[in-house]
């Protein structure tokens, strides 16, 4: 990969949700990713709020173990460049986009509300963190993929025994929705039959907002 196609709009790299593992690798590199007691160390002393989501965020609800490719924790999108300053110098931000990988520094401070940062120590070294931005409507919560749906922060995330933030595990499973890889369907089978009814009845709505054909309608 030049530089230019890492920073140039006009040579778009392939999105990397859409990869294979071995593809992925080639476009953009391997992963070394953190685990919840080690990214707690790596976001000490950064004074915004963040949460863990996606898989580990399941994992902690369940107590049902699965091996994780990578970490991801969120911010808010209006936190986006108190967390560039915070990594810089001793981390190498870069901002994933559909279109883009490029780097996250004075050059290119602005990001889309609804892409991420992916974190990494230099060229030569693998990824360990991917932050999606969550938008923030007026400090509160807002769901990238729920028309409407916002809260405050409390609401849509849990704290943990360990001290740590995770995101609601009916808003965790919604975000899999679609069940497109094995991982997705792992953590259904797993969360599904431990909601309560009101984590069951807010997921069958939020779910049949975006998808009215969909199986889990059923079951829910």
Do not use: C
């Amino acid at each position: 990969m030049t530089a230019q196609a890492a920073t140039d709009k006009s040579a778009p790299l392939p999105n990397a949700g859409h990869l294979p593992p071995e593809a992925f690798h080639r476009w953009y590199g391997g992963w070394d990713p953190l685990d919840p007691a080690s990214v707690a160390h790596f976001m000490r002393g950064f004074d915004r709020p963040w949460w863990i989501i996606g898989g580990w965020s399941i994992e902690k609800w369940t107590g049902v173990s699965r091996a994780h490719e990578d970490m991801d924790v969120s911010i808010f999108a209006s936190d986006a460049e108190a967390f560039r300053l915070f990594l810089a110098g001793r981390w190498t931000p870069w901002n994933m986009d559909d279109g883009w990988l490029r780097p996250f520094d004075h050059r290119f401070r602005d990001v889309r509300r609804d892409s991420s940062v992916w974190v990494r120590k230099d060229a030569q070294s693998a990824w360990v963190l991917d932050v999606p931005l969550t938008p923030d409507e007026g400090g509160k919560w807002t769901n990238k993929k729920l028309p409407g749906h916002t809260a405050p922060l409390d609401g849509a995330t849990w704290v943990a025994d360990d001290g740590l933030r995770y995101l609601r595990p009916e808003i965790a499973l919604f975000m899999k929705h679609q069940q497109v890889r094995e991982k997705d369907r792992a953590d259904a089978e797993a969360l599904l039959p431990r909601f309560d009814q009101q984590q069951r009845q807010w997921l069958r709505r939020a779910v049949a907002q975006v998808q009215p054909d969909h199986p889990w309608l059923e079951t829910l």
